[in-house]
């Protein structure tokens, strides 16, 4: 009796129901699917389809292997008689080995008496699966990635994650070992995953098949390499996502917001990019701005660009009931559906649905507004708030897309969202692109989304989340990154310790992917309009200048070192875009035979050769840096110099902080912190 069937880059095994396919997919790289329902399903969620690549397949009576390069699957099929149900049982079982013939990854044992499964399809009503995939770890290993969570955690060895999207998370489910392998569960269901001592399980809580991906690298770039390779490569970031960007909420006005443009004007300060926030339209959905505020937006636009200045406009998915076009998108299906309940999925300044961007229809219709209202008056970068979607209440059972129950295809969502816009701007023209978004999904880098970690709170700890929510995000695949510098909410613009806070945001911005400055500052201020009915209302100032002489001294300071680095950051973006590299990577990612790095979650490479340390204490003054092995080390505020594989005291008073060139690199920054 054969065991597999073979072809020329696959192996298939076949048993008690269950079809089970791994096939080469890019180099060094192997696809692992399996259904109880038939035939595998070519789903391209994320996986673009792959390079050909030369494999080496063997069978040998009940062992098989299939060998790509660097990574080797091996699979044991066996049967058995089973005494309790009186049948033959069928299994086979997968191990994942590198090059030198280490295991990297095995599926779970049976445990003999236990019975246990590493591949379990639990039926649920309509012909889907609740599915566990189990695997047995290495020793040893740290774990790096899965997107966006609100932890400071840079090993995610002993975490459990869902696998969902919220606001401030952005759930992106691959994983890279210090063991050697990349892991992607392609798989875009509601879920979660845990990454214990003893054990690795994915859960999706609905789907029609297991559908994994791995790849084996002996560096962290080898296998970020072989992920850009298999999910996309972020575009070629346009030259105005180098600079500065000024933002808050909200500039409420045209006249408000150039004013602001035209003060960067008169005191020669840099800025690429300013930001028109919600609600610069009538209704929610509109996808306009509102003519009693926003008299003349292509003048406005033309005015910024005379200037050197980009304008960004906030879009956000949802359709008010009350917006002008509500009924016409409710009635050919081009909103979310709610299973049960109301019909209303969000209620911000009244009932709003979503639009449904996983409908292609969808995306083409609102692309034709969005494009008139905005694109066509020279309008081309925008902002894509809400993108997770941000369900009034995090029901996910509860709502169906075009592409599927949200249960079963949520995840994908912020991923079609970005791709609504990526689209409509490359068909009309466009030649680079990047849009800010607040959630991403596998995939998003190559629709040109900029990722930000979202309402975050103004605090130290909330400060600290947000360097290994970079870090990850960049293992994750998604080298374009930002915050909001200062936090989101709770920062008061009079208040000595939010303003320290700020600062020391500000110097951890200069050394972002994006700089950019946003945050819902207090006081709060009321809008209204002419006839006195209330408008969305809007923080206090939040430009370079409205915290005080001292601080605008070293937030300026900042702007003019980004502004020195536009040709440094603008190499990074290449090779984000060429080879997948991340912008903000690990001080692991450029030193992974340093053990050390390994554990550094509060410094990080700005790129291969800066070292950034950001100060995330209040009233430090000085902090410890690890300096790596196998460099020398130049300090970029006082130009000492420090051979590596020691840790330091680093001066770091308010207006300093710990940057370190590697090995004599970018010499003309010496001095400039």
Not at 358 to 383: H, Q, S
Not at 425 to 436: H, K, M
Request: contains cysteine; hydrophobic residues 40%.
């Amino acid at each position: 009796m054969n065991q597999f069937e073979t072809a020329k880059d696959a192996i298939t095994w076949r048993g008690d129901g269950e079809t089970l396919v791994v096939q080469a997919w890019g180099r060094d790289s192997l696809r692992v699917r399996s259904t109880r329902a038939g035939e595998v399903l070519d789903t391209d969620f994320a996986l673009l389809e792959p390079e050909p690549v030369d494999v080496e397949i063997t069978v040998d009576g009940d062992t098989a292997t299939i060998v790509n390069g660097g990574v080797t699957a091996v699979l044991h099929a066996s049967s058995g008689y089973d005494w309790q149900t009186q049948y033959t049982v069928f299994r086979c079982t997968l191990e994942f080995r590198d090059a030198q013939g280490r295991t990297l990854l095995r599926e779970l044992g049976d445990g003999q008496a236990l019975k246990l499964t590493a591949r379990e399809f639990r039926p649920l009503p309509g012909g889907a699966h609740r599915l566990r995939a189990a695997f047995e770890p290495v020793a040893g290993e740290k774990l790096y990635g899965m997107g966006q969570y609100q932890q400071a955690i840079l090993d995610l060895k002993g975490s459990t994650f869902e696998l969902a999207h919220r606001n401030s998370q952005a759930s992106v489910p691959f994983v890279m070992s210090s063991a050697g392998y990349g892991f992607f569960w392609h798989n875009p269901a509601i879920g979660s995953a845990t990454f214990a001592a003893n054990r690795t399980e994915w859960i999706a809580e609905s789907t029609e098949q297991l559908d994994y991906w791995i790849t084996a690298g002996a560096t962290p770039a080898a296998i970020a390499s072989a992920y850009a390779a298999a999910t996309g490569h972020a575009p070629v970031m346009p030259e105005y996502g180098l600079g500065y960007w000024q933002c808050k909420l909200r500039y409420w006005n045209q006249e408000q917001l150039l004013e602001v443009a035209r003060e960067h004007q008169r005191r020669g300060l840099p800025l690429d990019v300013i930001v028109a926030d919600f609600f610069h339209w009538p209704k929610m959905g509109d996808f306009r701005f509102e003519e009693e505020f926003w008299p003349d937006p292509a003048a406005m636009v033309d005015e910024l660009k005379e200037m050197g200045v980009e304008l960004m406009v906030s879009v956000w998915p949802q359709v008010s009931v009350e917006s002008e076009n509500f009924a016409a998108f409710k009635k050919d299906n081009l909103l979310v559906r709610t299973e049960r309940g109301l019909d209303v999925q969000m209620s911000f300044l009244g009932p709003s649905m979503f639009l449904d961007a996983t409908n292609p229809r969808a995306r083409e219709r609102a692309w034709e507004i969005l494009k008139r209202n905005y694109f066509d008056l020279g309008i081309k970068v925008f902002w894509l708030d809400e993108a997770e979607p941000e369900y009034g209440v995090y029901d996910f059972d509860n709502y169906r897309y075009h592409a599927g129950p949200n249960v079963q295809v949520g995840n994908v969502y912020p991923q079609a969202f970005s791709r609504m816009f990526y689209e409509g701007q490359r068909a009309a023209g466009q030649e680079e692109v990047v849009n800010l978004v607040r959630c991403a999904w596998a995939g998003s880098q190559r629709y040109g989304a900029l990722v930000w970690s979202g309402d975050i709170h103004s605090s130290w700890a909330d400060f600290r989340k947000q360097i290994t929510a970079g870090l990850h995000m960049g293992v994750a695949g998604i080298p374009w990154f930002t915050t909001d510098i200062g936090g989101f909410s709770g920062g008061n613009i009079e208040d000595p310790g939010f303003r320290e806070l700020l600062v020391r945001w500000f110097q951890f911005g200069a050394f972002c992917p994006v700089m950019r400055m946003h945050g819902d500052r207090q006081p709060w201020q009321p809008v209204k309009a002419a006839d006195g009915s209330d408008r969305c209302g809007s923080g206090s100032a939040n430009e370079l200048w409205s915290f005080g002489d001292e601080v605008y001294e070293i937030l300026v300071r900042y702007v003019r070192l980004r502004e020195a680095m536009r040709p440094y950051t603008r190499r990074l973006m290449t090779e984000a875009h060429e080879s997948g590299q991340p912008v903000m990577r690990g001080v692991f990612h450029e030193f992974p035979q340093d053990p050390v790095c390994w554990d550094l979650a509060d410094q990080y490479m700005f790129g291969p050769d800066l070292l950034v340390a950001p100060v995330v204490e209040a009233h430090a003054t000085e902090r410890r840096v690890y300096l790596p092995e196998g460099a020398s080390w130049t300090d970029l505020h006082t130009g000492a110099s420090f051979e590596g594989g020691q840790w330091i005291e680093a001066a770091a008073p308010i207006d300093v902080i710990p940057v370190f060139a590697r090995d004599g690199a970018l010499a003309e920054l010496v001095g400039t912190i």
